[in-house]
């Protein structure tokens, strides 16, 4: 009876993502050259190829971020993605540090070291309670 309802729900979810990734591209694509400042209003540079494949790229990438993000949350719960935006934070913060040679200060340390511990135990206390979900529902199925 679960799985009836969570084959619609992942269908949802999938056409969801398709609107959203069209709509959004046609509400920001004009809004593009007044936003970014080196365009210098110059409309001849929206007709390049390279515009056109730098747009596909985009989009592509656009299309495997949602679609982790709808994969993150239909396996695990929206605080596994919370979790995961976190950990995608940490990453940034370390990349660029060493990227831009600049050194973090304590605060942001002890910061970092906080969410990460916080990150594992969310880990470990899901996986354990996945395991025993999964050995209850051995035992309760008669062989």
């Not at 799985?3 to 959004?24: G, K, M, N, V």
């Not at 209003?41 to 709808?70: E, Y």
């Amino acid at each position: 009876m679960v799985q009836a309802h969570t084959a619609p729900s992942t269908y949802e979810r999938t056409r969801f993502l398709q609107y959203q990734t069209i709509i959004s591209s046609i509400l920001l694509f004009p809004c593009w050259s007044f936003i970014d400042s080196s365009f210098n209003s110059d409309w001849k540079i929206f007709f390049g190829w390279h515009v056109f494949a730098l747009l596909l790229l985009c989009g592509i990438l656009a299309f495997f971020v949602n679609s982790s993000v709808i994969w993150c949350i239909k396996d695990d719960a929206a605080i596994g993605y919370n979790m995961v935006g976190q950990l995608k934070t940490l990453l940034i913060a370390f990349v660029g540090s060493a990227v831009f040679s600049e050194s973090l200060s304590l605060r942001q340390i002890i910061s970092i070291l906080v969410t990460s511990m916080g990150c594992m135990v969310y880990v470990y206390t899901t996986y354990k309670t996945k395991e025993r979900q999964k050995r209850q529902e051995q035992l309760l199925v008669p062989t």
